[in-house]
């Protein structure tokens, strides 16, 4: 009789393409992975994958017995939520966040899910957003809340949130109150996160359409440290307006009025959309109101 870990040792490696990505998502072994699958080739009486060096790839009989697995681990996902209330729930949720998100809401947000899913344990990890949705689509990540450029295809998207971005610089820079156009801020030097950055390949863009060339001087991937270079007078930088109102109050750095204006960026929670597809959706819900409050 095929198992429920047989299907999903092979669903996961057709997913992942690797049995090291697999195994790591599974918390198995890549040997017991491996086992299981050919376990399932031996039942379903065909080889399922085609090996090539790392990569695995479906033959045809195992493209059939794919979106088969994907039906039966998603009805299984609805049973399992009917019958397990959210407080007998045990498992291990790797999540990962932004910078901003880890310093505004995510307390909030930790607070309330340990208070609905008690026995959830959850280790989360801070990177930007493109390293995050690679870490995502490898299997080492169960959820993520990133920017809406690194949304693929493949993942279930629910926005979280927008954040409305200003553009950044130590007070003095220019008269106070003045409309700054973007070519007079790309004549100084521009303080970005690294590439991989959703903000930085926003603010790119913007400047790129305008046909504007910029001085780039890369600070930090610490959004802390990018204002602190601003207040120091090192360069300009596009900051999220909310987070360093405080700063401005203090007059520490100043918002400059540009035209066009900063840009805004969008949120969202994205994971496999037959991956505990239920937890997500609730997972998502709960990151959504506990962003809206910050």
């Known amino acids: 009789m095929i198992s429920v870990k047989e299907i999903e040792a092979f669903y996961w490696t057709a997913r992942l393409g690797t049995l090291q990505n697999a195994a790591l998502k599974l918390f198995v072994s890549q040997s017991a992975l491996s086992k299981r699958i050919q376990s399932l080739e031996q039942l379903t009486a065909s080889p399922l994958f085609d090996r090539k060096g790392n990569?695995?790839?479906?033959?045809?009989?195992?493209?059939?017995?794919?979106?088969?697995?994907?039906?039966?681990?998603a009805s299984l996902d609805g049973l399992l939520a009917m019958q397990a209330p959210a407080n007998k729930l045990d498992r291990t949720l790797r999540i990962g966040v932004t910078e901003l998100t880890a310093l505004t809401w995510f307390g909030s947000f930790a607070s309330t899910l340990r208070k609905t899913y008690p026995m959830l344990k959850l280790h989360p990890e801070v990177d930007v957003s493109s390293t995050l949705k690679e870490k995502l689509l490898a299997g080492s990540l169960d959820i993520a809340f990133i920017q809406d450029f690194y949304v693929d295809s493949s993942l279930t998207s629910i926005k979280i949130q927008s954040v409305q971005y200003g553009w950044f610089?130590?007070?003095?820079?220019?008269?106070?109150?003045r409309q700054v156009a973007l070519p007079e801020i790309a004549c100084l030097p521009l303080i970005e996160q690294t590439a991989g950055s959703g903000l930085t390949e926003l603010t790119r863009a913007q400047f790129t359409s305008l046909g504007i060339e910029t001085k780039h001087v890369f600070g930090s991937n610490s959004l802390a440290a990018l204002g602190g270079l601003v207040e120091a007078g090192v360069g300009i930088a596009c900051l999220p307006v909310r987070y360093f109102e405080p700063a401005r109050r203090k007059k520490k750095i100043s918002q400059l009025r540009t035209k066009p204006k900063a840009p805004t960026a969008s949120y969202h929670a994205v994971f496999f959309p037959d991956d505990y597809a239920t937890l997500g959706m609730s997972i998502a819900q709960i990151a959504a109101e506990c962003a809206s409050a910050w």
């Open 55 to 73: 990569r695995l790839t479906l033959t045809p009989h195992g493209e059939t017995v794919y979106i088969k697995a994907q039906r039966v681990l």
């Open 169 to 177: 610089a130590s007070p003095g820079t220019f008269p106070e109150g």
